[in-house]
């Protein structure tokens, strides 16, 4: 009798390895399939993106500190020049993170504000070497509260009066930290909601809500011109896996994804950029608009096929590394 049990654990213990080691394989294939479709979207065009979010994504802890700020790095690690980059869109980024000026018939947004330390020169001193008057940035749209893109917004908003718009969770990011703003937090100001329409003079930008990379990230529709011809804008507010990593935040961020696929799409957009040269290659593409030839395209302009194959590499991406947590590993 006791043979006949020990025979019957045994087998059981030996089927459930094989059941668990055919999840493991399904999972390993299905993580496989993700990345393969990942790699056929980005093509040649976002490998910037693919290495980040499905070759190297760094993992993040289940909670993010609330730290102070480093000192500034040296300005030959970050410092870049201003660029015109259409008839109304202005680079006033770095090296690696991007801050735009939307020129209107009554005034600028300004898309991002980089870091403390370097908005004063790259933002507004940037500006006033393009020729244009900082004084005049009426909206300033910040795509997420991280200190790589909100760091100018208390400037802007204390010097020039500019309105500062954020999404909501991300406003109550600031106003609960603690270590993240020794120099003074921006004052709440407009909430964005979702399909709000930001307009200035003859210009209007669209916020579409894209939770993920933080819960406020914001998202942009707007269009530009190149030599007069206009040109519809996808502007992506968030990319970088540097939420906590569990499976329901993954859901959220590939579903905003695939929303901001669609709204691309509805709006006609042939241009992806973000405020990450990183993902979008603004700081190369200068250089390339700087040596265009008149019969050439625009850089940025890759066609909403292109723009989809975008969304796409960050969505499949998102769907690789969920799978590749331990808490979406399959059971026994």
Not at 189 to 218: E, F, N, S
């Amino acid at each position: 009798m006791k043979t006949s049990v020990c025979v019957l654990v045994l087998l059981a213990a030996v089927a459930g390895f094989h059941g668990s080691a055919a999840q493991a394989q399904n999972t390993a294939a299905a993580v496989d399939s993700h990345l393969a479709a990942a790699r056929n979207a980005a093509a040649f065009d976002f490998t910037g993106t693919l290495a980040r979010l499905c070759v190297a994504p760094a993992p993040v802890p289940a909670t993010l500190r609330d730290a102070a700020p480093g000192p500034a790095p040296a300005r030959g690690t970050w410092y870049t020049e201003p660029a015109k980059m259409f008839d109304n869109l202005y680079f006033v980024g770095s090296k690696f993170h991007n801050s735009w000026a939307l020129k209107t018939s009554e005034g600028i947004i300004l898309l991002d504000t980089l870091y403390t330390y370097n908005s004063e020169e790259e933002i507004v001193g940037g500006l006033k070497k393009l020729k244009l008057d900082p004084a005049t940035v009426k909206y300033v749209i910040i795509t997420h509260a991280h200190g790589d893109h909100v760091g100018g917004a208390k400037l802007m908003q204390d010097r020039f009066r500019s309105r500062i718009v954020m999404g909501a969770p991300d406003w109550d990011s600031i106003e609960k930290s603690v270590n993240g703003y020794p120099e003074g937090k921006p004052k709440r100001d407009i909430a964005a909601d979702d399909g709000q329409k930001i307009t200035l003079g003859d210009t209007t930008v669209t916020i579409v809500t894209t939770p993920g990379h933080t819960p406020g990230t914001l998202s942009m529709l707007f269009d530009v011109k190149d030599n007069g011809k206009p040109l519809h804008v996808a502007y992506s507010g968030g990319t970088a896996f540097n939420f906590p990593s569990t499976v329901p935040n993954f859901d959220i961020y590939a579903q905003s994804q695939r929303k901001m696929a669609a709204a691309a799409a509805r709006s006609g957009a042939t241009i992806v950029m973000s405020n990450h040269s990183e993902f979008d290659g603004a700081v190369t593409k200068i250089k390339l608009l700087a040596a265009r030839k008149p019969a050439e395209p625009h850089p940025y302009e890759l066609g909403s096929e292109a723009v989809a194959r975008y969304f796409k590499v960050t969505e499949e991406c998102a769907q690789a590394a969920k799978l590749k947590l331990p808490q979406a590993a399959p059971k026994p």
